[in-house]
């Protein structure tokens, strides 16, 4: 009974002793990290991993040094010390040891013996965010582009094809981002930017050459509530392509006439020959005259309603009319190419063309080109006496230049005719600069076939 006793006494004992040790182990271990970066940590690569604070500090100034204020950010040509950019070693490895004392005695053991990197930190970058800000408004204004729509003009012999152009505005948080996250010795931001599509592209414009048909149908330009209903309808359809063997329908495209979408109220003739006021007056015109367009285009009318009150703009029996879901006027492109509604009101005056496909017709397209090319720099060399032999120190990285052309293109009948040079712009490259020591250069020149070129 007494050795049963002391031999729980023993295991109490032992367990209270194992307990206290692996706390006081813990504690220590939690302490000595504390004021120490957890193995594994790297700064942009960078390995401080159990080095103390100023060890840390070191290491970073020694292998991240802070950039010479004259080195080039190319975009518009900055210069760091333009915009007052500092790198501060000391606030990020205070982020590193920060991210050591939130973790566990036990996920601190596990990482002591694994090879595995525990976490990358982004060297901490200060700069005058409105000098930074100012550039960038600068650069916005330089490569702003504003999205234009593919389109097409005529005359008697030629049809001409003017290409799209995506949209292009600089997003400017997402550059100055880059420029925060950006490695070591980088020495070009790359902007980045919002890009937006056109909504009519070049090749929607394949196989239009030549007009099929127009229609003119007059209206009274002093009744301005019906003048505005037949501009917005006309608008509506211009420029409208159906591509073979499609449907177009009239209801579907201008979609319902309210006072919302811009439609006006006004007196219109119903079927039972009442006046009425509705959104709907002048869009019969609209739906008349294109209908006689499309019949002389000799296109198929899949539906069709005959007004029944004469019309003075529209002969009789070639009128249409259009009201609701149940009166609509459709047509296909029977055809084997695309074809196009153009639809433009002049001086009282509605006209309606279809566009289409004629093989005689010869068709001439403009489009824009750019040339670039990028010229990496070239190395300078610096003697340093105090440097050891074989040590190459890069003092500053260099920039690349680059030029540029921009060349408008006119093509006829896919085969370019003629090439304008409209722009051109040139940047010289900055030189590399590197130290060596001068042993190293004497060496290095016995061996080279050009010998190093020294600043």
Same mark, same amino acid.
């Given at each position: 009974?007494n050795?049963t006793?002391?031999?729980?006494?023993?295991?109490?004992?032992?367990v209270f002793?194992?307990?206290?040790?692996i706390?006081?182990?813990s504690?220590a271990l939690?302490?000595?990290?504390?004021?120490?970066?957890?193995?594994?940590?790297?700064?942009?690569?960078?390995?401080?991993?159990?080095?103390?604070?100023s060890?840390?500090?070191?290491k970073?100034?020694?292998d991240?040094p802070y950039?010479s204020?004259?080195?080039?950010l190319?975009?518009g040509?900055?210069?760091?010390?333009?915009?007052?950019? /500092?790198t501060?070693?000391?606030?990020?490895?205070?982020?590193?040891?920060?991210?050591?004392?939130?973790l566990?005695?036990?996920?601190i053991?596990k990482?002591?013996?694994?090879n595995t990197?525990?976490?990358?930190?982004v060297?901490?970058?200060?700069?005058?965010?409105?000098?930074?800000?100012?550039?960038?408004?600068?650069?916005?204004?330089?490569y702003?582009?504003?999205?234009?729509?593919?389109?097409?003009?005529?005359d008697?012999k030629t049809?001409?094809?003017?290409?799209? /152009?995506?949209g292009?505005?600089?997003?400017?948080?997402a550059?100055?981002q880059?420029?925060?996250?950006?490695?070591?010795g980088n020495?070009?931001?790359?902007?980045?930017?919002?890009?937006?599509?056109?909504?009519?592209?070049?090749?929607?414009?394949?196989?239009?050459?030549?007009r099929?048909s127009?229609?003119?149908?007059?209206?009274?330009?002093?009744?301005t509530?019906?003048?505005?209903n037949?501009?917005l309808a006309?608008?509506?359809?211009n420029n409208v392509?159906?591509?073979?063997?499609?449907?177009?329908?009239?209801?579907?495209?201008l979609?319902k006439?309210?006072s919302?979408?811009?439609?006006?109220?006004?007196?219109e003739? /119903?079927?039972?020959?009442?006046?009425?006021?509705?959104?709907?007056?002048g869009i019969?015109q609209v739906?008349?005259?294109l209908y006689?367009a499309?019949?002389?285009?000799?296109?198929?009318?899949?539906e069709?309603?005959?007004n029944?009150?004469?019309?003075?703009?529209i002969?009789?029996n070639m009128e249409?009319?259009?009201?609701?879901?149940?009166?609509d006027f459709?047509?296909?492109?029977n055809?084997?190419k695309?074809?196009?509604i153009?639809?433009?009101i002049h001086?009282g005056?509605?006209?309606?063309?279809i566009?289409?496909h004629?093989?005689?017709t010869?068709?001439r397209q403009?489009?824009?080109?750019k040339e670039?090319y990028?010229?990496?720099?070239?190395?300078?060399y610096?003697?340093?006496?105090?440097?050891?032999?074989?040590?190459?120190i890069?003092?500053n990285?260099?920039?690349?230049?680059?030029?540029?052309k921009?060349?408008e293109?006119?093509?006829k009948?896919?085969?370019?005719?003629?090439?304008?040079l409209?722009?051109?712009?040139?940047?010289?490259?900055e030189p590399?600069?590197l130290?060596?020591?001068?042993?190293?250069s004497?060496?290095?020149?016995?061996f080279?076939?050009?010998?190093?070129?020294?600043k």
């Open positions: 009974m050795k006793r002391l031999t729980s006494k023993v295991i109490l004992i032992t002793q194992l307990i206290v040790c706390s006081l182990s504690f939690k302490f000595y990290y504390s004021k120490v970066v957890l193995p594994g940590i790297t700064v942009q690569g960078v390995n401080i991993g159990s080095l103390t604070y060890q840390a500090v070191e970073l100034k020694q991240l950039p204020p004259k080195m080039i190319q975009v040509l900055i210069k760091y010390g333009e915009i007052q950019y /500092t501060d070693y000391e606030a990020t490895v205070r982020e590193a040891i920060k991210y050591s004392q939130k566990s005695s036990r996920q053991i990482l002591m013996f694994s990197k525990t976490h990358d930190f060297l901490t970058k200060t700069y005058n965010d409105k000098i930074l800000n100012e550039i960038l408004d600068k650069a916005a204004s330089q702003y582009e504003a999205v234009q729509n593919a389109y097409i003009s005529f008697e049809a001409t094809v003017f290409q799209d /152009t995506y292009r505005k600089l997003d400017k948080e550059s100055i880059k420029f925060i996250s950006s490695p070591y020495t070009y931001l790359a902007l980045s930017f919002q890009i937006t599509e056109p909504t009519r592209k070049t090749p929607d414009y394949d196989g239009i050459n030549s099929l127009l229609f003119v149908s007059d209206f009274d330009v002093n009744e509530d019906r003048t505005r037949i501009e006309s608008e509506s359809i392509i159906i591509r073979p063997g499609e449907v177009f329908s009239l209801n579907k495209t979609g006439r309210t919302e979408a811009g439609y006006r109220k006004t007196l003739n /119903t079927y039972d020959v009442d006046l009425i006021a509705s959104h709907e007056a019969c739906a008349g005259t006689n499309v019949c002389r285009a000799g296109l198929t009318v899949v069709k309603r005959i029944p009150v004469p019309v003075p703009y002969p009789e249409s009319v259009i009201a609701d879901e149940n009166n459709k047509f296909a492109n055809t084997s695309n074809i196009l153009a639809s433009q001086q005056e509605l006209k309606i063309c566009m289409g004629k093989g005689s010869p068709v403009i489009k824009t080109e670039r990028v010229t990496s720099p070239p190395k300078q610096v003697l340093d006496p105090t440097l050891p032999p074989g040590l190459v890069i003092r990285p260099g920039s690349n230049g680059y030029a540029m921009i060349y293109v006119i093509l009948n896919e085969r370019e005719i003629d090439r304008i409209t722009a051109a712009i040139e940047i010289e490259p590399e600069l130290a060596i020591s001068p042993m190293r004497t060496i290095a020149n016995l080279r076939k050009e010998p190093l070129k020294f």
